[in-house]
């Protein structure tokens, strides 16, 4: 067996918040989405340059608050490009660690934690 790639799941509770923020704000793109009636909760999938993201209102598939780690490079255009929208509700800062990385860390509408690192070169 060869594991190939993971897919995180995160709980949201309200479709327009998650869409602002994960569309409009961090720049991924909706791929698909499924619901199986009207009145339903819906999961989709969204993606960015090869990381995939599914987004549940499902009851059970994830615990609110829960945290990934997606390696990027050139974490600083990243990071300007975030700081031009003036999203209201975030404005993270590029952070050096002691574990030589730099990390850009989000916290979405329902308290799910992004950290966007990429290795320190000196």
Not at 81 to 108: G, M
Request: include cysteine; charge should be negative; charged fraction near 25%.
């Amino acid at each position: 067996m060869h594991c190939r790639m993971i897919t995180p799941i995160f709980r949201i509770f309200d479709i327009e918040k998650a869409h602002a923020f994960y569309l409009d704000y961090l720049g991924f793109q909706l791929d698909w989405q499924h619901q199986f009636a009207e009145n339903t909760p819906l999961y989709f999938q969204i993606s960015k340059d090869g990381t995939v993201l599914h987004l549940s209102e499902h009851h059970g598939d994830a615990s609110p608050g829960s945290a990934i780690r997606i390696n990027t490079d050139d974490l600083s255009s990243y990071h300007a490009e975030l700081s031009e929208k003036e999203y209201r509700f975030a404005n993270p800062s590029i952070e050096k660690t002691p574990w030589n990385t730099i990390e850009l860390r989000v916290t979405d509408p329902f308290s799910n934690r992004i950290i966007f690192y990429e290795d320190y070169k000196e």
